[in-house]
């Protein structure tokens, strides 16, 4: 097992005693989550801005506010001219990095569009190209690698097989490691991750999860609290650790310290349990990315995964000062260059 030449894997064991630390060893957890934060990734912030370029989906995860048998949801994809639009202000708001975010829809047309976009963003504007469009074969990434794309984000969601097929219907924990695989075999960046605290998940569950983002050498770890959507099969289920939802900052801080020249983002999903203050809490207690949401206004409300999203009612340039209001009020600085793992 690698993932880090500068420190050892810590024991399973070790893992599941930080994730049952309480009161003043829960802060002190944290503490030292933030100093390694520091000591390995500086005071420096990314700023990743998101475009959820599309919402139309073929899967239908149990969890997801987009899967395709929410008839409620009104589906779009946004024009090339669209996303190229926001990409070419990216640089004016302090982000070198575009995350082209969508529901897992693959087509043959869609996926080549995707890649002129890649081609044109990388020819017209000096951004990283960060894709998160689900699995894809081998070959599909690879054209992508070759129009320029630098990273790709897939969450694994759980390391338990049994309890990712139950949550994923169309899918496999074996396909989505293989495709993270094939990513990093094509000198793609690779980003994982998973949600905290989904129905079924114990502490174990959560050991595993955080210990496998380790094994598999991600460059870039994603992860946030589950929360229930009305609109699906989950909508009633509520999250394993609802009675103590401070155990997602103390995930966030164990994270660090099993991976720590991970980059991990302060995640939206933190701001919707904790509004206005999750994603600040997650930046102090291990976390070194932030990405804002530069969707166009009007569509924000049709991608949501789950309820109570921020920043539905803001618009890209909005959410742009925020960020940069947010980390001057913290005391970090703002990334300047791509900001590409570690080797
Ligand atoms: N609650 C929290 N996170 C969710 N995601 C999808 N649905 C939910 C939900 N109900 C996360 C998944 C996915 C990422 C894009 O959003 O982890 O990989
Ligand atoms: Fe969107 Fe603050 S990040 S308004």
Same mark, same amino acid.
């Not at 998973?194 to 994603?222: H, K, Q, S, Y």
């Not at 589950?226 to 959507?229: A, E, G, N, V």
């Given at each position: 097992m690698g993932g880090d030449s500068q420190t050892a894997a810590p024991t399973r064991a070790e893992v599941l005693s930080w994730l049952s630390l309480k009161?003043?060893? #829960?802060?002190?957890?944290?503490?030292?989550?933030?100093?390694?934060? #520091?000591?390995?990734?500086?005071?420096?912030?990314? $700023?990743?801005? *998101? *475009?959820?370029?599309?919402?139309?989906?073929?899967? +239908?995860?149990?969890?997801?506010? $987009?899967?395709?048998s929410n008839g409620k949801v009104r589906r779009y994809r946004l024009p090339a001219d669209e996303i190229l639009g926001v990409a070419r202000q990216m640089t004016g708001w302090r982000q070198t990095t575009v995350v082209l975010q969508s529901g897992e829809a693959p087509s043959a047309a869609g996926d080549r569009e995707l890649g002129e976009v890649i081609r044109r963003i990388k020819a017209e504007t000096g951004l990283a190209v960060t894709v998160s469009v689900g699995n894809r074969p081998r070959e599909v990434y690879a054209r992508w690698r070759e129009c320029g794309m630098d990273r790709y984000l897939l969450r694994f969601e759980t390391s338990d097989p049994a309890l990712f097929a139950r949550l994923h219907p169309?899918?496999?924990?074996?396909? #989505?490691?293989?495709?993270?695989?094939?990513?990093?075999?094509?000198?793609?960046?690779?980003g994982g991750? =998973?949600?905290?605290?989904?129905?079924?998940?114990?502490?174990?569950?959560?050991?595993?999860?955080?210990?496998?983002?380790?094994?598999?050498?991600? +460059?870039?770890?994603?992860i946030g609290p =589950? $929360?229930?959507?009305p609109d699906t099969p !989950?909508?009633?289920?509520p999250n394993a650790y609802a009675d103590d939802p401070d155990m997602f900052f103390v995930a966030l801080a164990a994270l660090r310290l099993v991976h720590p020249r991970a980059h991990i983002p302060a995640t939206t999903a933190f701001d919707a349990v904790f509004p206005g203050t999750g994603r600040n809490l997650a930046l102090?207690?291990?976390?070194?990315?932030?990405?804002?949401? &530069?969707?166009?206004?009007?569509?924000?409300?049709?991608?949501?995964?789950?309820?109570?999203?921020?920043?539905?009612?803001? &618009?890209?340039?909005?959410?742009?000062?925020?960020?940069?209001? #947010? !980390?001057r009020s913290l005391g970090r600085t703002i990334g300047e260059g791509p900001g590409h793992a570690e080797g």
């Open positions: 009161g003043a060893d #829960r802060e002190a957890l944290y503490r030292r989550a933030d100093a390694v934060r #520091r000591e390995r990734k500086g005071d420096e912030v990314f $700023i990743r801005g *998101i *475009i959820e370029f599309s919402n139309v989906c073929a899967n +239908d995860c149990l969890y997801c506010g $987009i899967r395709r169309d899918c496999t924990l074996d396909e #989505r490691l293989r495709c993270l695989r094939d990513l990093r075999d094509l000198g793609v960046q690779a991750g =998973f949600m905290i605290g989904v129905p079924g998940e114990t502490r174990e569950t959560l050991a595993d999860n955080l210990l496998l983002c380790r094994e598999l050498e991600l +460059d870039m770890v994603g =589950f $929360i229930p959507h !989950l909508g009633a289920e102090k207690r291990g976390a070194n990315v932030f990405m804002p949401n &530069n969707t166009p206004g009007e569509r924000r409300g049709d991608y949501l995964l789950y309820p109570n999203k921020p920043c539905v009612d803001e &618009n890209a340039g909005q959410c742009a000062a925020c960020v940069v209001m #947010r !980390l």
